[in-house]
């Protein structure tokens, strides 16, 4: 046995027989991982189930990081029963130098936002380390105490701020970090929650948004899910657009309370995660801070979009002359560079976020950051 599940991941699908489809769905436990794999026909019938080995393909370096050029070491972020682990990663260059503190995606993600064999967290860590920026990044608290998530009164809050506020401390206090110099850098769901981060803790230097989901996440499930069926139309995918509009419509409903049942809500969050949901607004919550900020969004990304996430951060930041917005026209909302519409296979294969993102993070992080163009529209894959 693997112990108890820690992490369901991204599941696949593969159009085998006519009328056939089969279905992947890693699942990471305690004590290693495997994939269920099923086959579900047109109408939706089950016919077979197995448990396969989870891919052990393992992280390899981006050619970009210069293993040489820093350290790592493991630090504990927070304090008592839900403290989590992370790793602190030191340019070993002198000098006080910016430091970042990453926040992961939506999900019980660990601190490289492990996705099969891609670490993007870890890529990124490693890359403006090697630039000169310390970078720390830490387990999720659903990640390493899972039973959190199913408090009633759990929120995007809970799930986030604590733990950042923590981690942003400990880089102001380690004597080679400019503590004038600590932003955050959050990616899809840590985008969102960053500006909610920055207003607990004033002191954060500046906020960088990579892929920020600004349309409610409610209605984007919806919208993800219609995108899903027009790339493997099917009877499956076309009940789960049902329920993701229903779900989303409880949600919306004025009848949604703390005591509306989870499994009726999407992604299983309990009814008053909702509430607090549905009156955040990122764009606005960002405006308020006097705080700097860039934002990365990849042209190819399906989950958070050019039209329908980053035409709200333009919006509603478009006073703002110290806010800088590029879009990267090959990259996916991992931000790894390919070509043709995104699928969710496009997370399978052993990648690295583009080189282009790194060196733009890096390069707005540097004292004299004006060289980055504000509202530039696109940027192109550059390579290592």
Not at 63 to 80: L, M, N
Not at 132 to 142: E, I, M, P, S, Y
Not at 143 to 154: E, G, K, L, N, W
Not at 231 to 254: H, M
């Amino acid at each position: 046995m693997k112990g108890s599940v820690s992490e369901i991941g991204q599941p696949t699908t593969e159009q085998r027989d006519p009328g056939l489809v089969r279905v992947s769905v890693p699942v990471t436990c305690e004590r290693g991982g495997l994939t269920v794999v099923m086959s579900v026909d047109d109408t939706g019938m089950l016919h077979g189930l197995r448990f396969a080995p989870l891919s052990t393909t393992s992280w390899t370096p981006p050619p970009y990081a210069a293993r040489s050029g820093f350290t790592e070491q493991e630090v504990t972020v927070g304090t008592g029963p839900l403290a989590v682990p992370g790793t602190l990663t030191l340019p070993r260059r002198r000098g006080p130098r910016p430091g970042v503190v990453l926040l992961s995606g939506g999900g019980p993600f660990d601190r490289d936002e492990t996705s099969g064999a891609n670490k993007p967290l870890k890529d990124l860590s490693w890359g403006l380390a090697s630039r000169g920026v310390a970078v720390l990044r830490f387990d999720k608290v659903t990640h390493t105490h899972p039973d959190v998530a199913s408090a009633p009164d759990f929120t995007m809050s809970d799930e986030y701020v604590p733990h950042a506020v923590a981690a942003v401390h400990l880089l102001h206090r380690h004597p080679a970090v400019d503590a004038e110099r600590v932003f955050l850098l959050g990616h899809s769901m840590g985008g969102k929650a960053a500006p909610r981060v920055a207003a607990a803790e004033p002191s954060v230097a500046g906020l960088i948004i990579l892929a920020g989901d600004a349309e409610p996440m409610h209605h984007a499930a919806v919208r993800v899910a219609r995108y899903l069926s027009t790339v493997n139309p099917g009877p499956a995918i076309e009940a789960a657009v049902t329920i993701a509009a229903e779900q989303a419509a409880r949600v919306d409903s004025p009848e949604l309370s703390a005591t509306t049942p989870a499994e009726d809500l999407p992604y299983g969050f309990p009814g008053q995660y909702w509430l607090d949901m549905r009156g955040y607004d990122p764009v606005s919550a960002a405006a308020d801070t006097d705080k700097p900020m860039l934002i990365l969004q990849g042209r190819r990304d399906y989950q958070v979009t050019v039209d329908d996430d980053l035409a709200r951060w333009r919006r509603g930041l478009a006073h703002r002359s110290d806010v800088t917005i590029r879009i990267y026209d090959a990259d996916n909302h991992l931000f790894f560079p390919g070509e043709g519409p995104s699928t969710p296979t496009d997370y399978d294969a052993p990648q690295h976020v583009d080189h282009a993102v790194v060196t733009d993070i890096a390069q707005w992080l540097a004292p004299n950051r004006g060289k980055l163009t504000r509202f530039l529209p696109t940027a192109r894959r550059r390579r290592s």
